[in-house]
């Protein structure tokens, strides 16, 4: 059997594990993720030194209320095109600082809405949208995506890059993101502090909703 590879990031005494193979997927409904500014020479150092990432073509529209209710609540609804896969996905904030989140695919954000809340989104989101939804912002990048494990299960890092996108408006981007599909947060808290230790990252706080919105 392959001997495991143990990386240490200097000065943290975290860890991301080589030679594993990642476990199964957690369960939907809650999302754990990390994010770091980056650079394209720090996405490129990043991919060969992992290898054998998958490329997905992403085009995402923001949606929300003609009151922002959704702003509001500081929740996300959007629709992606994923290599040209739509799949529309509601997300709400989580007392421990995580997410909520639950995807369905569906062709528009109006048929996707009732697959969302049928999967557990919160039902007050049919009230939120009766007087419907309008996109105000969106992003369109390359994600290069690779499963990974960690101490106690897997995470997937992807790298990030493309534009953001305001009304006329477009900001470059390029960012890693380390999201837990299995284990512990710990674990992938370990995971991503060892990668931005070796490469130079420092952490993004904004995400590409409150980024685009700005450009809005």
Same mark, same amino acid.
């Given at each position: ?52 990432? @998958? ?5 995402? *529209?923001?949606?929300? %209320?003609? =009151? $922002? #209710? /959704? ?71 390359? @994600? ?5 494990? *960690?101490?106690?299960? %897997?995470? =997937? $890092? #992807? /790298? ?57």
């Amino acid at each position: 059997m392959a001997s495991s590879t143990m990386i240490l990031a200097s000065g943290s005494g975290s860890v991301y594990n080589e030679g594993q193979k990642p476990k199964r997927s957690a369960a939907m409904g809650r999302e754990f993720e990390l994010k770091y500014r980056a650079e394209a020479g720090d996405l490129e150092k990043i991919r060969r030194k992992f290898g054998n990432f @998958r490329e997905i073509s992403m085009e995402t *529209t923001y949606y929300d %209320t003609p =009151e $922002l #209710a /959704l702003r509001a609540r500081r929740w996300t609804l959007r629709r992606r095109l994923e290599n040209g896969v739509s799949v529309c996905t509601v997300k709400t904030p989580l007392p421990d600082g995580s997410r909520g989140e639950w995807e369905a695919e569906a062709p528009d954000i109006r048929e996707g809405l009732p697959k969302l809340i049928a999967l557990g989104a919160p039902e007050e989101l049919a009230e939120l949208v009766k007087a419907g939804v309008s996109p105000f912002c969106g992003a369109r990048f390359t @994600r290069l995506a690779r499963l990974l494990p *960690t101490e106690d299960g %897997t995470v =997937e $890092l #992807a /790298l990030d890059q493309g534009v953001l996108l305001g009304v006329g408006r477009e900001l470059p981007f390029a960012e890693v993101e380390v999201e837990l599909k299995s284990g512990s947060d710990r674990g992938a808290e370990a995971f991503a502090q060892a990668l931005a230790a070796e490469f130079g990252l420092s952490v993004q706080p904004k995400s590409k909703l409150a980024r685009a919105m700005a450009l809005a």
